[in-house]
């Protein structure tokens, strides 16, 4: 069941950084939403390494759980994935008004305390 929820949490953690980068960085640059100027280089480049982030800490920590699923057990990678989720929840707080990506965040936090809870 542990591992059931590691994964759960990387795979959400995957999906909801690609929907956050396609909703709020291509569809924003597709349907051309934002006016040329520093302000919008600032919006596309904060949301893309936002989700881009997230994508990629996904897919390496499912890769992680693939490759050497006793590793993906230890308590180091979830206490990387706890710093990781606290990056993430204070960037949202900071820079970001709306809260989608405050609640992706908070799935992804409430699904690794299970896992951790669970072990």
């Known amino acids: 069941m542990h591992r059931t929820f590691l994964l ?6 995957t999906f909801s950084g690609t929907l956050h980068f396609l909703v709020d960085v291509v569809s924003q640059y597709v349907r051309h939403k934002r006016v040329p100027g520093p302000e919008t280089t600032l919006y596309y480049g904060l949301n893309t390494s936002f989700a881009l982030g997230q994508v990629v800490f996904g897919l390496l920590c499912l890769w992680l759980a693939r490759q050497a699923p006793a590793l993906i057990d230890q308590g180091a990678v979830t206490a990387i994935s706890f710093a990781a989720a606290a990056g993430w929840t204070a960037i949202t707080f900071a820079f ?3 809260w989608e990506p405050k609640m992706n965040i908070a799935v ?9 809870l669970i072990r």
């Open 8 to 13: 759960a949490a990387y795979i959400w953690l």
């Open 96 to 98: 970001m008004r709306y």
């Open 108 to 116: 992804f936090v409430v699904l690794l305390t299970c896992a951790t």
